[in-house]
Each structure stands twice: as C-alpha cells, then as structure tokens.
C-alpha cells in the first residue's frame, strides 16, 4: 500500500562518521528515532564499516538525509580534509545536510598566549584536556598506544567555512559553542525556508 511505502520511507538515514563507542555521549538525541550507519576506522568501535572517515565509497550516492561528525576531522592530514568533506556531501541526498564538531583553534591558541598550555581546561569522562590535548589529541589516549587520538589538522571559522563550501555544500551555516568547539551545518542546497538552519541546529542542541 502507499501507505507503508511513506512510512518506510519516512525513517530518515544518517551517516555517524567517527562514531566511537556504542551509546557516544556526543550523540544527538534528535537522531535517535533514525537508522545510524556507523563508522570508525577502529574496529574496536564494532561499527557498521571499517574505514577512515574519508573513504565513505561503501555509502552510495544520495542515500542519506544526514552526516554527523563530532571530533573527528581533526584527526585527519590536511590533504585528506577536501575528500573527506566532499564524501560527506555525496552521500547525502539534496534536501540533507551535514552537522560537524571540531576543536576551535582560534580560542584554545588564548590558553596558549597565555602560557597556560598544560592548565586543565575541563574535565572529561577519561580525565583532564589541556590545551595541548585539544590541539595534538588527547596525550593519555596516545600514550597508551591509540595513536589514532592524535590530531593531524586543525581549524580556525574562515577555513573551515571555505572548505564546506568548496566540498559543494549549498550553505554553511557556523557557531561556536562553549568557547572551545566549532559548530557547522552545512546544507547541500540553500534552503529557502525562514529559519530552518536554526531550527536544525536547535534540534541538535546547539
């Protein structure tokens, strides 16, 4: 019946690239009602495909209505950073949009200027995070062996809007949050809806 169609249909897809653990704090609960594809190159997450976040090439084109990546792009090279985003936005089909979450360079370099590099700027579940710590990765993570928690790149607003915009993403919308992240909805196509943007980023909690 056409019914059933609709509401098969009606359950929205979303890629969580960089997923991490099962049940990740960072995780939205506006996705919670859609199917989750995750993904980490770490098997020891147990995600649906085992591959860096730059190599979506399992996904097919325009299957899904949203990517969501918390922390994740940093811990790419530079150079890996354009096909990443560009992955992103193949996936996604027109009407969706990409929700990403990076350290904020621009603010953690005030700790640094201030010669408080090693100074704890909030605790986490797995300890203290420094300065250092949200600019080169979480050093205990590393120390231990998961040298896949150091970040290779890093950014400031300006770039990070010019790569989305560059990868095909029709409008970028960009906030911070808590002075130390930076926050992106990245739209594949300008949406002619008033407020629609910030009602998306309200729905994600931000």
């Known amino acids: 019946m056409p019914g059933k169609r609709l509401a098969r249909r009606a359950r929205r897809a979303f890629v969580n690239a960089g997923?991490?653990?099962?049940?990740n704090a960072r995780l939205p609960a506006f996705f919670r009602t859609w199917r989750q594809i995750r993904v980490d190159i770490?098997?020891?997450?147990?995600?649906?495909?085992?591959?860096?976040?730059?190599?979506?090439?399992?996904?097919?084109?325009?299957?899904?209505?949203?990517v969501w990546s918390a922390h994740s792009l940093e811990h790419l090279y530079a150079h890996e950073v354009p096909v990443t985003l560009s992955e992103f936005r193949r996936v996604l089909r027109s009407t969706g949009f990409a929700c990403i979450?990076?350290?904020?360079?621009?603010?953690?370099?005030?700790?640094i200027a201030s010669d408080r590099l090693l100074e704890t700027i909030y605790e986490s579940a797995a300890?203290?995070?420094?300065?250092?710590?949200?600019?080169?990765?979480f050093g205990r993570a590393i120390a231990a062996g998961n040298t896949?928690?150091?970040?290779?790149?890093?950014?400031?607003?300006?770039?990070?809007?010019?790569?989305?915009t560059e990868a095909g993403?029709?409008?970028?919308?960009?906030?911070?949050?808590?002075?130390?992240?930076?926050?992106?909805?990245?739209l594949c196509k300008r949406s002619k809806r008033e407020g629609y943007r910030d009602a998306i980023l309200a729905k994600l909690g931000f």
């Open 101 to 111: 979450v990076i350290p904020d360079l621009q603010a953690i370099a005030g700790w």
């Open 169 to 186: 993403f029709g409008e970028v919308q960009l906030r911070r949050k808590n002075s130390l992240e930076l926050v992106a909805l990245a």
């Open 19 to 23: 997923c991490g653990p099962t049940g």
């Open 148 to 164: 896949a928690m150091a970040h290779r790149c890093g950014f400031t607003p300006t770039p990070f809007i010019q790569r989305l």
């Open 42 to 66: 770490d098997p020891k997450m147990k995600p649906d495909l085992v591959t860096s976040i730059a190599d979506l090439s399992a996904i097919p084109s325009g299957t899904v209505d949203a």
């Open 127 to 137: 300890g203290p995070v420094t300065a250092h710590d949200m600019i080169w990765g």
